[in-house]
């Protein structure tokens, strides 16, 4: 039965069609990774050959300052009084975005968490300040939850909040925030959070207004195979309208220092199986991100023969991960990540933010 179901999806793969919810659930039961990992590695190269591609980004996670307290979140604090609680100035930013220029970077990837306090001039003069130092940086920042609460902030409609970041320099946006779109999942992990309905129109405006965005799903909680595949299915969809999205990037739960009853983690086995059935349902999304922070380099890099075609980046100063106990280093050089692709036997590709590629090695 299950060769069948192979068979299948290997059938509508080579045909370019897109494969159903059903199968994509039948594929999660399967116990055969490596027939998971070929139909996914089909669909990729069908997309992208041999390349996986990387880029020279750097991370400033802002403040961890965050009016939620998500259960699974390790690295928000309620105020500054809280030990470890902080807010850069923004001297730290800038001094943070001129160390990545000098170091080749051509990304600045900007998120935070929901500051009572800070007022929505603080992100437009530090977008606009960052653009003035750095005009060749592209500045990639806020989730969909921060797009939310500045719309809140200011009384302003999301269209109008991304109009004056867009004015600022804001140039496209990560993914984060999505988690899981399931309300009884949210419920228990980040009630306070904005819902997965919230989420998908604030990102489906941004998209409207002209902005690329990435998109995240975080998985090895208490969520089940097919919460995960309603997930993806909601993205599917919003993709078919607006084709915006970028990446997709399956984030693996790091459970420490959360507060996530019965919260189960992520396996290696788990980790690859969800990067490629992401690979094979979403067939309007190009590129498949295996986040390295959060997966561990091994496993980022076996990912590579299971459908992903892009390792993230140099990151360096990554927080949010690592506060809930990913073991990865912090930051990887050029060549570093260079070594990782080919020693998966792929070609590695500098790109840009949008995918425009610098350099193949």
Not at 228 to 246: C, E, K, P, Y
Request: net charge negative; charged share 25%; hydrophobic share 45%.
């Amino acid at each position: 039965m299950m060769s069948k179901l192979f068979d299948t999806i290997r059938a509508k793969i080579v045909a370019g069609a897109r494969i159903s919810d059903e199968e994509a659930l039948a594929l999660f039961a399967s116990d055969d990774l490596l027939a998971v990992g070929e139909l996914a590695a089909l669909a990729n190269a069908r997309s992208n050959g041999d390349k996986v591609y990387f880029n020279v980004n750097r991370h400033i996670n802002y403040t961890n300052i965050c009016v939620n307290r998500c259960t699974f979140c390790a690295f928000s604090r309620e105020d500054a009084e809280a030990e470890g609680g902080y807010t850069l100035a923004l001297n730290d930013i800038l001094k943070r975005a001129a160390e990545a220029r000098a170091d080749g970077a051509t990304e600045i990837h900007m998120v935070g968490g929901l500051h009572p306090d800070l007022p929505f001039d603080f992100y437009l003069e530090a977008l606009a300040a960052i653009k003035a130092d750095n005009p060749a940086l592209h500045i990639k920042a806020f989730t969909a939850v921060e797009i939310d609460y500045f719309a809140r902030l200011t009384g302003q409609s999301v269209v109008a909040v991304v109009s004056e970041l867009k004015a600022a320099g804001l140039e496209s946006m990560p993914g984060g925030g999505a988690e899981i779109f399931a309300a009884e999942v949210r419920r228990q992990i980040c009630p306070e959070k904005i819902s997965g309905e919230r989420w998908l129109e604030v990102i489906e405006q941004v998209h409207q207004a002209g902005l690329k965005t990435n998109a995240t799903m975080l998985f090895g909680h208490v969520e089940n195979s097919a919460d995960r595949i309603d997930h993806l299915a909601r993205l599917r969809r919003l993709q078919d309208r607006t084709g915006n999205f970028q990446a997709f990037i399956p984030l693996a739960f790091q459970p420490d220092n959360t507060r996530v009853p019965g919260a189960k983690g992520v396996g290696g086995v788990d980790a690859l199986k969800t990067l490629a059935i992401s690979r094979i349902y979403l067939d309007n999304f190009r590129h498949i991100k295996a986040y390295w922070v959060m997966l561990g380099l091994k496993i980022a890099q076996v990912a590579l023969a299971f459908g992903v075609n892009d390792i993230d980046g140099t990151v360096v100063e990554e927080q949010i991960g690592h506060d809930a106990g990913a073991d990865s280093p912090q930051q990887l050089n050029k060549d570093q990540l260079v070594g990782l692709i080919r020693k998966a036997g792929k070609l590695p590709v500098e790109r840009d933010t949008l995918y425009n590629e610098i350099r193949q090695y």
